[in-house]
């Protein structure tokens, strides 16, 4: 691994920090994931396939134990210093079915940055005592500066961002990709819907660069005038002519996609710039109603990262509908981690096909 120094690497664009999250020598296969744009279309293809044939060895018992002992002899440290229910349980699950051992931190606070330690030398503790870290943070650049640490110290282990700031969720958008085909059998030529909280939500941010894989995708953008997509987003579809509409009506574009992926409006932001919790108002622009599935196409599905608050009618938490998968996505979010994190450490090719 080249070395860089971190100002250096930080006036990099994202396409040239690549090569430096790599695995050695591999052009097109992550070793860090940092940011959605490091998967290609095979990666993509691969992950999938790889992701159920865990699922399928997993239904037997002899499977399960052959998944067990893949990496018996790593241990995985999750930390956690932002609110998560789903990432933390997929990721602490997907690295127990691979037979890891885990250690969480889920507050920084409790670490010895309370006494002024650096995040670099707090990372570069725990890397002595683990194989891999997983990170999210509430700041865009942490995940980033574990996975530059990690490069410069003499045990490079791989760091996954889990969550960074309003950036980026690369591991979010591997689940949503792997529930997309499942759902829809093939990606290309969808037209994908995105709703809600479009500027401070990072997984359609992530979603949104993935979509680079897929020939003649349409996305359609429903957010609040404020909080509309980012125009890095934009201008990076531009650039890879990826159609894209924008509107602030829910209701017109339902009977027209193959997909949506509805997201709650990200208030919290709100509140630490000082406005109160009652000024996220539920706008019915942006709520999925009940009747509306009926209008969807026969073969399409809802989507949904979760958490959610009240953009999905709640009725539809019970309908036995199979375009209702918002359930089955975050069990989707376990099968895929697992098969990234089996991909990283070399053992994919002994699970069986
Ligand atoms: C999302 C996140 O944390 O970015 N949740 C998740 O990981 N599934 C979405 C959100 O918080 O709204």
Same mark, same amino acid.
């Given at each position: 691994? $080249? %070395?860089?120094?971190?100002?250096?690497?930080?006036?990099?664009?994202?396409?040239?920090?690549?090569?430096?999250?790599?695995?050695?020598?591999?052009?097109?296969?992550?070793?860090?994931?940092?940011?959605?744009?490091?998967?290609?279309?095979?990666?993509? +293809?691969?992950?999938?396939?790889?992701?159920?044939?865990?699922?399928?060895?997993?239904?037997?018992?002899?499977?399960?134990?052959?998944?067990?002992?893949?990496?018996?002899?790593?241990?995985?440290?999750?930390?956690?210093?932002?609110?998560?229910?789903? &990432?933390?349980?997929? /990721?602490?699950?997907?690295?127990? $079915?691979?037979?890891?051992?885990?250690?969480?931190?889920?507050?920084?606070?409790?670490?010895?940055?309370?006494?002024?330690?650096?995040?670099?030398?707090?990372?570069?503790? /725990?890397?002595?005592?683990?194989?891999? #870290?997983?990170?999210?943070?509430? +700041?865009?650049?942490?995940?980033?500066?574990?996975?530059?640490?990690?490069?410069?110290?003499?045990?490079?282990?791989?760091?996954?961002?889990?969550?960074?700031?309003?950036?980026?969720?690369?591991?979010?958008?591997?689940?949503?990709?792997?529930?997309?085909? %499942?759902?829809?059998?093939?990606? @290309?030529? $969808?037209? #994908?819907?995105?709703?809600?909280?479009?500027?401070?939500?990072? &997984?359609?941010?992530? *979603?949104? !660069?993935?979509?680079?894989? !897929?020939?003649?995708?349409?996305?359609?953008?429903?957010?609040?005038?404020? *909080?509309?997509?980012?125009?890095? #987003?934009?201008?990076?579809?531009?650039?890879?002519?990826?159609?894209?509409?924008?509107?602030?009506?829910?209701?017109?574009?339902?009977?027209?996609? +193959?997909?949506?992926?509805? &997201?709650?409006?990200?208030?919290?932001?709100?509140?630490?710039?000082?406005?109160?919790?009652?000024?996220? $108002?539920?706008?019915?622009?942006?709520? /999925?109603?009940?009747?509306?599935?009926?209008?969807?196409? %026969?073969?399409?599905?809802?989507?949904?990262? *979760?958490?959610?608050?009240?953009?999905?009618?709640?009725? *539809?938490? !019970?309908?036995?509908?199979?375009?209702?998968? !918002?359930?089955?996505?975050? %069990?989707?979010?376990?099968?895929?981690?697992?098969?990234?994190?089996?991909?990283? /450490?070399?053992? @994919?090719?002994?699970?069986?096909?």
């Amino acid at each position: 691994m $080249k %070395r860089i120094s971190w100002e250096a690497y930080l006036g990099l664009q994202v396409g040239e920090r690549i090569p430096y999250l790599n695995k050695d020598g591999a052009e097109n296969e992550p070793f860090h994931v940092l940011y959605a744009q490091q998967f290609d279309r095979k990666m993509l +293809d691969e992950l999938c396939a790889l992701a159920d044939r865990i699922r399928k060895a997993h239904k037997a018992p002899e499977g399960a134990a052959l998944l067990r002992s893949l990496l018996p002899n790593k241990t995985a440290l999750n930390i956690f210093a932002q609110p998560s229910t789903r &990432t933390f349980m997929s /990721f602490h699950l997907a690295e127990q $079915k691979l037979g890891m051992q885990t250690s969480d931190i889920r507050d920084l606070s409790t670490s010895s940055q309370a006494k002024g330690e650096t995040l670099q030398n707090s990372i570069r503790t /725990f890397s002595s005592y683990v194989d891999l #870290i997983v990170m999210r943070h509430p +700041d865009q650049g942490a995940a980033e500066l574990a996975a530059y640490e990690m490069n410069m110290a003499d045990r490079r282990l791989p760091v996954l961002n889990g969550g960074s700031g309003q950036d980026q969720h690369p591991t979010q958008a591997l689940l949503d990709i792997y529930t997309l085909q %499942r759902s829809l059998d093939e990606i @290309d030529g $969808k037209k #994908i819907a995105m709703v809600g909280d479009l500027m401070r939500g990072r &997984t359609v941010r992530s *979603l949104s !660069y993935l979509m680079k894989n !897929y020939r003649d995708v349409e996305i359609y953008y429903v957010a609040p005038e404020r *909080l509309r997509i980012g125009d890095d #987003i934009k201008a990076f579809l531009k650039k890879q002519h990826i159609r894209y509409t924008e509107s602030d009506n829910i209701e017109a574009i339902v009977p027209i996609v +193959d997909a949506i992926y509805m &997201t709650r409006i990200q208030w919290e932001w709100d509140k630490a710039a000082g406005a109160k919790a009652g000024d996220a $108002k539920y706008d019915p622009r942006f709520v /999925f109603r009940k009747e509306y599935l009926q209008r969807m196409k %026969r073969k399409s599905c809802l989507m949904h990262p *979760l958490p959610k608050i009240n953009e999905i009618d709640p009725e *539809l938490d !019970y309908l036995e509908d199979p375009r209702v998968v !918002y359930w089955r996505q975050e %069990r989707n979010g376990m099968w895929i981690r697992a098969a990234l994190i089996a991909r990283i /450490f070399g053992v @994919d090719g002994q699970i069986p096909a």
